[in-house]
């Protein structure tokens, strides 16, 4: 399949995607020689920020996107590393697992939290940030589109579903694996946008590169002016567009 990160495209929103960032770190109790790893972790930029900030012995961030990894070079320091890695096959015990804005991308949070919770070290933490706008226009509409023809025909794979899970239900899932503290916030971040077309070239660098990769490349554009005009009338025409972002932030500690 196609490679589905751009990552010009996603670094469109760098500011607005990086408060969550440092906020999700805020949650995390530093220690001394901590040994992190990085989950998704992009471009690299915000794996040193992180590595800085622990002051960690040694941090590694993985992710399963050449293009993304490829940015990351620029980053690399004497510990600080990166590696082409899925993270479904992640070793080793770490001090802090940490994860911005990739885990939505994976299948059966249940599973994925116990092995999460295996791959921290005895007093180990996690630290997991997840967009949660699965009932949100900008979410809704993309799956109405894709049902349509001639993209339901066209799309490969299943009709996506989001792995996301209700807050309580990380709470409970969080003590059910076996960590002893924990903490699960749902913040709305309100994001100035130019108008409401700017959603999609925000969309554009998330959600719809699952499309883009899943759909035959000449019906890529029309999935998206399609997607355009069924949106557009479901988000208010103000300028600037004020655009509410709902995410989860979870902490929790073994
Ligand atoms: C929205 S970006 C976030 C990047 C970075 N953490 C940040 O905050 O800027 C999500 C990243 O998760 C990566 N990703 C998604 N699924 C993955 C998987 N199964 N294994 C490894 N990386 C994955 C993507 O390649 C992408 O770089």
Redesign the pocket.
């Known amino acids: 399949m196609a490679e589905?990160?751009n990552p010009a495209q996603?670094e469109r929103f760098k500011s607005e995607?990086a408060q969550p960032?440092y906020d999700l770190l805020s949650l995390v109790r530093p220690a001394s020689q901590m040994r992190v790893v990085?989950?998704?972790?992009?471009?690299g930029?915000?794996?040193r920020e992180l590595h800085l900030r622990l002051g960690a012995a040694q941090t590694v961030g993985?992710?399963?996107?050449q293009a993304?990894l490829e940015l990351s070079k620029a980053f690399s320091s004497p510990g600080l590393s990166f590696q082409l890695?899925?993270?479904?096959e992640l070793e080793g015990r770490w001090d802090l697992v940490f994860?911005?804005?990739?885990l939505q991308?994976?299948p059966d949070h249940p599973a994925l939290f116990g092995q999460l919770f295996e791959a921290a070290a005895e007093r180990g933490q996690l630290a997991v940030q997840l967009p949660a706008n699965q009932d949100q226009p900008s979410h809704l509409v993309a799956s109405e589109v894709a049902a349509e023809p001639p993209f339901a025909e066209a799309l490969i794979g299943r009709p996506r579903q989001s792995s996301v899970l209700a807050p309580e239900a990380y709470a409970a899932l969080l003590h059910r694996v076996g960590f002893r503290e924990q903490q699960v916030h749902l913040l709305v971040y309100g994001h100035l946008l130019d108008s409401r077309e700017e959603v999609v070239e925000w969309v554009k660098g998330?959600l719809l590169t699952d499309y883009q990769r899943r759909l035959p490349p000449e019906l890529f554009p029309s999935f998206l002016s399609r997607y355009r005009e069924r949106l557009m009338p479901r988000l208010e025409d103000q300028r600037p567009f004020f655009f509410p972002f709902k995410r989860l932030l979870l902490w929790a500690r073994r």
């Open positions: 589905q990160w996603y995607r960032f990085d989950l998704g972790c992009g471009t930029e915000l794996t993985i992710d399963s996107s993304m890695r899925d993270i479904g994860s911005n804005a990739a991308w994976l998330t």
